[in-house]
């Protein structure tokens, strides 16, 4: 069983529990590492737990029949996903993949429903991070249909600082142009060239594989 301090590092949202609930919460987390570009889920299976980033990346999205992976978000460290398919008791609906190395914490089934029946608190995390999700997936199919590719490459990088699904990102992230790319639908030239207009514009800087967000408000709006 994890430590105390591992458990209020690794898992944000405990903080909001009481004492008793957070202890139940912490009995109930494992944690398990994804190397990078392995897939963590796949179409089809069945999930177990709910599953938080505690470091790396993830990439939510699927392949159509012609093989064309579509992304639909990416999972930056703090964010926790997977609470429809519990909820629902449905096989996922699409894959996960580990763009880079990813330590993620689980926390079972019976714990996670333990915690939805009785936590008040609990539910009220849920409530707001499926209010905000559903807010994101369907700002992601706006911009799909009215952006050009340097607003869906700023749109990408701010979702993944949004502090209601990933409270603790801070201001940087390690990401590739070529993980950006992925994100963002759009292939590693164009990523790089975008990621030279928006640090020209002083809204981010790019260095050695880090981007360091300078004005997210304004990535958030980028190209309207």
Known sequence: MISEEQFLTSVFWARELPPDEQERARRGITFRTIESGRYFIHRGDRIDNWIGVVSGLLRLGSIT???????YAGLPPSCWFGEGSLLKDEP??????????TQLALLNRATFFWLYENSVAFDRLLVRLINERLGQFIAQVEHDRTLDSAGRVA???ASLFNPVISP???TQIEISQEEIGLLAG????VANRVLQELEKA??????????????????????E
């Open 92 to 101: 996922r609906q699409y894959d996960v993949l580990a763009l880079r190395r």
């Open 168 to 170: 603790f990102m801070g």
């Open 202 to 223: 002083g809204l981010l800087r790019s260095e050695g594989g880090t981007v360091t967000i300078l004005k997210l408000e304004e990535l958030r709006f980028y190209g």
């Open 186 to 189: 759009v292939s590693r030239p």
């Open 65 to 71: 029949t012609s093989g064309k992976a579509v992304t």
């Open 155 to 157: 749109r990408s990088l």
